[in-house]
């Protein structure tokens, strides 16, 4: 990703932050975290959160005893999760790394890393495949790879619950296509 790509994310970091205090954003960092966890083998972990912004999977984690590398293109993103790292004494779990998908591997290198997260990024490359086959190269052998993306299967329940319309709902349960934001 480029430098003008970064300032588009740095400009909607505020809204991007008000979202993740929402009760919707609660719930979304819960529950990812409560489904990643049960397929975390026993750690500690070494993980590498690409595109991990201002590093709230990645700091709950380190919460729970793993070693956290939060990757992203954003400077304002990785202050901010430095910040909150400190504020929550998670410093010594947490390492934070200015990097760009394009440069996964020569960054990290192979083998590094025990969980990789991918979370809310992956919609916006114009390339997911060799986005993930990029993923995989830091990642160590029976490695765990957590992606998290929009998606057209999703899109019915979000109209149910945070649309509260039902109708619509099933309405696009049986639509023959459907595209997703």
């Known amino acids: 990703m480029s430098e003008s790509q970064a300032d588009v994310f740095d400009e909607k970091f505020g809204a991007f932050a008000r979202w993740q205090a929402s009760p919707w954003g609660r719930l979304r960092y819960t529950t990812a975290a409560a489904n990643l966890t049960a397929h975390l083998p026993a750690g500690p972990l070494d993980i590498l959160d690409v595109g991990g912004g201002n590093g709230l999977d990645a700091l709950e984690l380190a919460a729970r005893g793993h070693h956290v590398t939060i990757a992203d293109i954003s400077e304002q993103s990785l202050a901010e999760a430095r910040a909150t790292a400190a504020h929550r004494g998670l410093n010594d779990r947490v390492t934070t790394r200015r990097a760009s998908l394009d440069t996964l591997g020569d960054e990290f290198g192979r083998?590094?890393?025990?969980?990789?997260?991918?979370?809310?990024?992956?919609?916006?490359l114009p390339?997911?495949?060799?986005?993930?086959?990029?993923?995989?190269?830091?990642?160590?052998?029976?490695?765990?790879?957590?992606?998290?993306?929009?998606?057209?299967d999703a899109d019915p329940l979000l109209t149910a619950v945070r649309g509260l319309d039902p109708d619509k709902a099933l309405r696009m349960?049986?639509?023959p296509t459907r595209y997703s934001v």
């Not at 083998?111 to 991918?118: E, I, P």
């Not at 997911?128 to 160590?140: H, M, T, Y």
Request: glycine share 4%.
């Open 173 to 175: 349960l049986d639509a």
């Open 111 to 124: 083998d590094n890393f025990d969980v990789l997260l991918c979370h809310k990024l992956i919609q916006y």
């Open 127 to 152: 390339d997911p495949a060799g986005v993930i086959a990029a993923l995989a190269e830091p990642l160590r052998t029976n490695g765990v790879l957590s992606v998290i993306a929009p998606n057209a």
